[in-house]
């Protein structure tokens, strides 16, 4: 059972577009939401994370909202430049638990 | 600081080997969490670890593998009598105490089994 689902699979944008990635959960426990950035041969790290008592994070170009009661978030990439070009995860985790769940990732290319 | 190192980047077995997967938290990070990732998803838990236990193994399955994180040198994850489908990317993840927000994942070990 997937915790968390994550959409679109794959992704293609034009350089200085934005990229629009969705996350939607079911387990209301969740309280801390990271998305990740993973490239080629290397270990996802965080890019940024969101708690749910805001709606909307930024940090640079890239930006997190937060719908509640919805139980979905998506991350937003404004101003898309090739380097982007990596797979994404959200995950999501709640209090007392010892791991993340993440989604099934994204893999964005980004086209000059 | 180096980061979490795990060793090593490729690993390749052939069925029924045994595989040894090393990680070596960052430094003053005494929590270690093993996940795995298969081709085209996302990364499953497998086990969490401090100094000398396992704190939290269900994501492990069940037979064939095993865990450890000695109070010297790395965590270990073990994998007796390798089978095709655990071919995979490995990946070790450490934090500090108590900052479970504070994840540092490594490069991941590559293992394929043939």
């Known amino acids: 059972q997937q915790q968390v689902k994550q959409s679109p699979q794959s992704l293609i944008v034009q350089k200085g577009g934005i990229s629009i990635i969705n996350c939607a959960y079911e387990n209301t426990a969740f309280d801390y939401f990271p998305w990740y950035q993973q490239f080629p041969g290397k270990g996802p790290a965080l890019l940024i994370a969101?708690?749910?008592?805001?709606s909307e994070k930024k940090e640079g170009r890239f930006t997190i909202s937060f719908n509640k009661s919805a139980k979905q978030f998506s991350l937003h990439i404004m101003d898309s430049q090739p380097g982007d070009s990596a797979t994404y995860f959200c995950a999501a985790s709640m209090t007392g638990a010892n791991n993340l769940f993440f989604g099934t990732g994204t893999r964005l290319t980004v086209i000059p | 600081n180096a980061g979490v190192m795990q060793n090593p980047r490729h690993l390749v077995r052939r069925r029924g080997q045994e595989a040894r997967l090393r990680c070596s938290p960052m430094?003053?990070?005494?929590?270690v969490y093993w996940y795995r990732q298969l081709p085209e998803e996302g990364l499953k838990f497998m086990v969490y670890l401090q100094k000398e236990n396992i704190i939290d193994e269900s994501g492990m399955p069940k037979e064939r593998f095993s865990a450890e994180f000695p109070k010297e040198g790395p965590s270990i994850l073990r994998i007796q009598q390798v089978v095709r489908g655990d071919s995979a990317a490995y990946f070790c993840?450490?934090?500090?105490?108590?900052?479970?927000?504070?994840?540092?994942f490594g490069s991941g070990t590559r293992l394929t089994v043939v």
């Open positions: 993840a450490s934090s500090p105490p108590g900052d479970r927000y504070g994840y540092t």
């Open positions: 430094k003053g990070h005494s929590h």
């Open positions: 969101i708690r749910p008592d805001v």
